[in-house]
Every structure is written in C-alpha cells, then in structure tokens.
Nanobody, 114 residues
Framework: QVQLVESGGGLVQAGGSLRLSCAASGSIGSGNPMGWYRQAPGKQRELVAVETGGYTNYADSVKGRFTISRDNAKKTVYLQMNSLKPEDTAVYYC?????????WGQGTQVTVSS
C-alpha cells in the first residue's frame, strides 16, 4: 500500500512560481513512475509531468515552465512551477504507479490570478 501526501499549493499571481511536494509512504522505488496530474473545473484530469528512473515527460502546455524532480531517498516528488498562467489553475494530484495499481494523493489547489 502506498499513501501520497501533497503540499505546496496556493494562490499566486500570473507570472509567479509555486513548488508542489508529494511525499510517499510505503514501498515505492525509483523504477515506479511518480508524477503530477491536474483537473480544472469542468475538465478531465490530465497529465502534467511524470518521472521514471530519471526520465521525465511533460504535457506540451507546461514544457519550459514546469520541472519535475524526485528524491528517491525521501520518496518525494516535486513540481516546480514557474511563469504560472491563469489556465494553470486546477487541483493538482500526485500519482504513483506500482505495476497495474495506481495511487493518488488527496489533491492540492493551485489558483493563478490574472
């Protein structure tokens, strides 16, 4: 069983920055994908960024602005978000996968004001 706890969301003006953190408890290794999804009101949940064994993948909408990183010793994944835009406003969810089983955090609200 894996539990994920996010932190770091909040309200920021357009152009600002936020850093999200997600700490995992339980057995999770560097070969297990960990990443971030987001869901805006009225929209489907979408992938933001994922990290697996040092490899990263980003949604086109955040490339060049967001950076995902991971501390395997702390079992923590981070999302550094720069140059935030109002359209980045959403609930951000941490995700981890072990085989066919996916785990989710409770979500953290990110609101970007114009």
């Amino acid at each position: 069983q894996v539990q994920l706890v996010e932190s770091g969301g909040g309200l920021v003006q357009a152009g600002g920055s936020l850093r999200l953190s997600c700490a995992a408890s339980g057995s999770i290794g560097s070969g297990n994908p960990m990443g971030w999804y987001r869901q805006a009101p009225g929209k489907q949940r979408e992938l933001v960024a994922v990290e697996t064994g040092g490899y990263t993948n980003y949604a086109d909408s955040v490339k060049g602005r967001f950076t995902i990183s991971r501390d395997n010793a702390k079992k923590t994944v981070y999302l550094q978000m720069n140059s935030l835009k109002p359209e980045d406003t959403a609930v951000y969810y941490c995700n981890a996968n072990k085989g066919a089983v996916g785990y989710w955090g409770q979500g953290t609200q990110v609101t970007v004001s114009s």
